[in-house]
Structures are given as C-alpha cells and as structure tokens.
C-alpha cells in the first residue's frame, strides 16, 4: 500500500456530498465527520482518509486503524444516542475508500480486531435502531477496513470505475496465503467471479443495491454528484420503505444460490 | 493439573468440531442440521481443483444448554483452515437469524459458536466476506436476547473477519493454545515485512495474540483449561450471568481512553499493552 499514492477520494466525495460542511471537531485527521442533508433529510457522513502524520506508523495511507476504528464507532454512536427519543432517525452514510485494515505489531497487540468489531458493531447497531444506513464506495473497500466501515449498511452504492475495487486481500498475500503463484491467482479470478477484485464481478454477486457510472471518480463533476445524491436518496426511501432492518436483500443473486437454499434447508430443520 | 487429572480429562482441543458441540449440549441432546450426508457443499472449490469436504466444514447443532434451546455452530478447523466459504459462513448467518427469530417469537435460543478459523476463505473471497458481515449483523441481532458466546480452543485460533465477530459476541473464551487476532502473522510480514513482524517468531505471536495474553489484557473474558468439563461448565456459568451491562465492541470510550495512554512512536511490548488495558475499560 506504501507504494501507492494516497487516495484522495474519500475526502473528495465527502466534500461534496456535504457542499464542504465544517467537519466535526475532535476527530483525528483521519476520520472525517461532516452533518449535512441528504435531501431534505438529515444525515451525518463518515469517510476515513489518509493521513501521512498519523502517530500510528502503519495506518498512514487510509488504512483502519485503531484509533480509526474506535473513532467511527464513536461517530455512529453519537447519532445513535442523539436521535434516541426521536422518531426519524438520521441517515448514515459511509463513504468508502479504505486501503485495508492496518497491519503491524502494535495493532495485533493492542486488539485492533476487537476495534474493527467496535465500528461494525456501531454500524449494526444504527441499522437496527432503525437509522438508514448507506455505504456507498468510492475508491477501494478492502477486507478488515470494509468489514468495519460499511458492510453493515442496509444498501451498498458503488462507482463503477476501475479503481473502484472490493476484496478480502491484496493479490500478493492472497497468492501467498492460497500457496499459489499471483500468475495463477489472477487466472482463477478470471473465471471465478467471487474471487475478482473488479466492480463488475462484484456487482455480480448480488450485494451492491446499485452501481454507478461516473465521468471522473476522483474530481467529481457536478452531473456525477447530482447522480450520486439522487442514487443516495433514492436509497433512503427504499430503506424507508422496507420493513426489515436485516441484510437480506444482499441474497438475491444467481451466484448467491448456495447462501439461499443453505438459509431455506436450516428453515426447514430448525424446529 | 496434576498427572491423574491430566489422564482422566477429556481434552477438548483434540476433540473434532462435532465431538465438541456434542460435549458442550446437554447430554443426548444433539442433532445436526444440514449434516454431511445432505451434501451441501462449496459451490466455487470443485472448479478451482479443490476437494470439497460435505458439510463445508461447518457444523451446526441443535440441543439444549442448562436446558435451554440452544444451537452450536462449530468451525471445523480441519477442513481448509476453518476458512469462511459461501456455504459454511451461510450456515452460520443462518443460524443465528433464525435464532433471533425465536427470540422475537418468544423461544430463548442461544448460540455458541466454536471459533477455529483463519477467516475469509481466500477461493471464494468476495462471497466469504460478505458472509462475514451477514454473521456480524447475525450476532449483533442475536445479542439483544440472548448471551452469545465464542470460544476459541485452538490449535487454529481465530482470525480476519471472523476475529472481528468474535469481538462481537457477549462473551469470549480462550485456552493457553488458541491465538486471537486481526492479521495472520505471514500476512502482516508480507504486508509490512520481517523487522515488524517474523511469522516464524512463534513465542513473539503468541506473546501478544495467545488468549492468555488476551484474558490479561479483558479482550477475552475466561481463560478455561483444555478440559471438555470445564469447557461446558464455563459456557453455562457465563449463560447463567446473562447479557452483559455492554459488550466489549460497545466499550468506546473506554477503549478510546486506554488508546490515549499508548505511546505509538515506540513498538508495543506484550507488558506495555498489559499494564495499559488491563485498567479496564469501564467508560
């Protein structure tokens, strides 16, 4: 990841999203927090970025790291507890460029996956609260980092760009882990579409609830962001409409028939 | 444990995926769901050359604890690493929605999950970890009603996503030979090379991410010999106490605070990251 630039997306969607709201204070330099509309409704955006001063060593090109992590589920759960006694519960929205989780010693050391679960958690726990939760995916959405910044929306939203990309790992670890050569990896994910890092494969799968196509993902025109906030909106009311605060409308795809008929056969013998 | 104990206990790390869900409900009890001979197996293996197992690894067991319905869902950690593929993720999810579902219908199931994983199962990737956010939601729901409890026995341990789930769950147990955490240690050395972390460094790992070090430190809440007893007595004692005041991964401030006092510019000690969180993380 040291080798690439750092993205600027993240902050880039988020500025525009929000038409440059002030970010909340108190939040390091790698988590962003901007109030903002998302329509007429209210919604609070979140998007973690890089940040090459981090004290963290390894959580300096947009990584999730510890405090990353702990601090997007302080982000969450102030809305959370700000809309308690409210009826309409504000919308969420997740913007998604993230490297990766952070790997190095310290993380392992001080539980950054007991960090990771604390964001999820905030972001599950928004959803069943009953605050619309959108990820919508901007840039890369790798592994640990999406699993704790996004997954847990009630919609996926994606560009369809070719730095847009969704995986568990990065190909040379992958390879490595699978004892495989990146050769061989890069074949099997031509075929295998769960196994592509492209967009287009994921979108396959069935999780996103809409992909995008933008003119230019990293300066967003002003016809991108119209389509992107018409797509959020469009969203919310498709959340609001539904009755289940669940992640079942993820399950409809072709290449999700196992994850279904696993899902029905349990039905069937539960009692 | 002295040398008679040591004989006449039933290890609990030796026993198979099965064999510990059985010795965890209560006798006579068990009966698996969507067993091998159903053959629902993974999809995506068979085209990659890879040899399918018939229950995907994954066992998912009906029966009572203390009496109550409960369901075990054990990671078979035998069959490609107790990786999370579409199916054997699936049958977790699954489970743990319908057991919400009893809740919301008046049923008090509970759930173990028998956590012997290295995470995402790399030949099914992208499906693999949206399973594991679907498990996430599945134990954050599942939690409101009951207590759900992770175990991580070894001698895989528990990583990647599914490590993040087992931060999730109301209560965690570990043995002396169970690791927990994020990144797997050749995969941290891949990314970030040999001087931040040697995968061969065997004391060095489990120094920071064996559960004895994770219990000193309140990121697991019992520490259990490898007993099958005593396995089965904890898991009923932390069922008796009942949902927790909060949760670990709902201990924000408190984890914020303990961050606070970390000096990142120095590499973290296994002492260090004791006398820091072992304070707590009461907010």
């Known amino acids: 990841m040291s080798t690439q630039e750092l993205s600027k997306r993240g902050a880039v969607w988020l500025d525009a999203l929000t038409y440059s709201a002030p970010l909340q ?31 963290f060593p390894r ?13 997007l589920a302080r982000a969450v759960r102030e809305v959370i507890a700000a809309d308690k006694e409210r009826d309409e519960k504000r919308a969420i929205v997740a913007v998604i460029d993230v490297a990766s989780q952070a790997y190095g010693r310290r993380e392992e050391a001080y539980g950054i996956h007991q960090a990771l679960a604390g964001a999820a958690d905030a972001y599950a726990s928004a959803r069943l609260a009953g605050h619309p939760v959108i990820g919508l995916i901007v840039g890369r959405a790798m592994s640990g980092a999406f699993l704790a910044h996004g997954y847990q929306a009630n919609r996926l939203i994606a560009l369809a760009d070719s730095q847009v990309m969704v995986h568990a790992m990065g190909k040379e670890s ?47 025109t002003r016809a991108d962001q119209t389509a992107v906030e018409t797509s959020l909106q469009a969203a919310f009311d498709d959340i609001r409409r539904d009755p289940s605060r669940g992640l079942e409308s993820r399950l409809g795809s072709e290449h999700r028939t196992a994850s279904a008929t696993v899902r029905r056969k349990l039905r069937e013998q539960w009692h | 444990m002295d040398t008679r104990q040591l004989l006449e206990r039933q290890s609990f790390i ?12 209560d006798k006579g009890t068990f009966s698996e769901l969507l067993d091998p001979f159903q053959r629902v197996t993974s999809p995506w293996l068979m085209r990659q050359g890879i040899v399918t197992q018939a229950d995907d690894g994954m066992v998912v067991a009906r029966g009572t604890i203390d009496g109550e319905p409960a369901v075990v869902l054990g990671i078979d950690g035998g069959f490609q690493g107790g990786s999370m593929g579409e199916v054997s993720a699936a049958k977790i ?16 199931t509970r759930a173990v999950i028998l956590f012997e994983t290295g995470g995402v199962r790399l030949q099914e990737a992208n499906l693999g970890l949206a399973a594991i956010a679907e498990i996430h939601a599945g134990i954050v729901d599942l939690r409101r009603y009951q207590p759900v409890i992770g175990i991580t026995a070894g ?59 994770r219990h000193r430190t309140g990121l697991v809440d019992d520490y259990v010999a490898d007993d ?9 004692d932390l069922f008796r106490a009942g949902r927790p005041e909060a949760c670990r991964s709902e201990r924000v401030a408190g984890f914020l605070a303990r961050l606070s006092e970390v000096d990142p510019g120095v590499q973290a000690t296994p002492e260090q990251v004791a006398a820091i969180y072992g304070k707590g993380f009461q907010s």
Not at chain 1, 183 to 194: G, I, N, S
Not at chain 2, 200 to 212: A, L
Request: hydrophobic share 45%; charged share 25%; with cysteine.
């Open chain 2, 155 to 213: 001698p895989i341990g528990c990583y990647g996503g599914m490590s993040i789930a087992a931060g999730l769950c109301s209560y965690l147990i570990g043995t002396r030979e169970a690791r927990l955490g994020l990144n797997g240690p050749a995969v941290i050395e891949q990314e970030a090379g040999i001087a931040e972390f040697d995968s061969r460094d065997r004391p060095m790992i489990w120094s920071f991410t064996g559960c004895e070090q």
């Open chain 1, 59 to 71: 959580a300096r090109g947009g990584e999730v790291g510890l405090v990353e992590a702990w601090e």
């Open chain 2, 93 to 108: 999810a699954g489970s743990l929605e319908l057991a919400a579902e009893d809740n919301r219908n008046g049923i008090p």
């Open chain 1, 174 to 220: 992958a390879a490595r882990v699978t004892l495989r050569s990146v050769a061989d990896l890069e074949a099997f994910t031509a075929r295998v579409p769960p196994m592509a890092y492209d967009i287009d494969n994921y979108a396959s799968l069935g999780l996103l609830w809409k992909l995008l196509s933008v003119s230019d993902a990293d300066a967003p």
């Open chain 2, 14 to 25: 030796e026993l198979d995926a099965r064999s510990r869900a059985k010795r965890l409900l």
């Open chain 1, 25 to 55: 204070p108190g939040y390091p330099p790698s988590v962003r927090v901007a109030d903002a509309r998302l329509g007429e409704h209210r919604a609070r955006f979140i998007a973690v970025v890089p940040d090459p001063d981090n004290p």
């Open chain 2, 228 to 236: 099958a007893d005593a396995m089965r007595a904890a898991v009923i």
